[in-house]
Structures are given as C-alpha cells and as structure tokens.
C-alpha cells in the first residue's frame, strides 16, 4: 500500500531554500507516477512539479527556474529543491502519486494517494 510522508518544511526568509522529501513507505508507488502540489491559504490547491508522461520533470510556471524535481528509486523517495524561495510560496507542499503512470500528471484528481503535507513559510 502507497504510504507517503513527507518532511523538510519550514519557517526560512526569502531568497532562501529548502528541501522536501517524500518517502513511499510503503514500497509500491512508481516515482513516475508522484508530483508535488500546494495549497496556500485562501487559493485552491495547485500543481507545483511533476513527472511528465515522458518521465522527464515539469513545473508550474511560477517556479519554473527556482524549483527542482527529482528522485532517488533506490530509497522510493522524491525531492523538490526549492530556492530562492518568495513569500507567495508559503503553503502547505504535499507529495502525491497516481496508481496510474498514465493519467493525466497536472491533474489532481488523477492523484489517489497524498501524504500528510509540510508547512513552508517565506517572510519577507
């Protein structure tokens, strides 16, 4: 069963940066088939990197150059890079993966499984 935690949040100024992990516990989720989304308050919940259908990684426009997606199969876990870091990335970063490689990546409801989230905080 697809079990994800993830962890590394934090309160941190901005223009810095900070590393998140997810770790499938469970051993079963391909990390093909994981994303990073977020929900700030008072905004709905957004897309922020994922593994294309090609396997290669995309991500939101707004973090496009600050964010890095990446993974390490042999500890079943994801990472998201994240520098220089703004206020408006305060939100609460979940990991997520789909039972299906093949569905659509940049769609949340194509997710069956998401970890518990991770606070980030950016002051200015």
């Known amino acids: 069963q697809v079990q994800l935690v993830e962890s590394g949040g934090g309160l941190v100024q901005a223009g810095a940066s900070l590393r998140l992990s997810c770790v499938d516990s469970?051993?079963?989720?391909?990390?093909?088939?994981m994303g990073w989304f977020r929900h700030a308050p008072g905004k709905e919940r957004e897309f922020v990197a994922v593994?294309?259908?090609?396997?290669?990684?995309s991500y939101a426009g707004s973090v496009k150059g600050r964010f890095t997606f990446s993974r390490e199969n042999a500890k079943n876990t994801v990472y998201l890079q994240m520098d220089s870091l703004k206020p408006e990335d305060t939100a609460v970063y979940y990991c997520?993966?789909?039972?299906?490689?093949?569905?659509?990546?940049?769609?949340?409801?194509?997710?069956?499984?998401w970890g518990q989230g991770t606070h980030v905080t950016v002051s200015s």
């Open positions: 469970g051993r079963t989720a391909s990390s093909s088939s």
């Open positions: 997520a993966a789909r039972r299906s490689i093949v569905s659509n990546p940049y769609n949340l409801n194509s997710y069956d499984y």
């Open positions: 593994f294309s259908l090609s396997g290669t990684p």
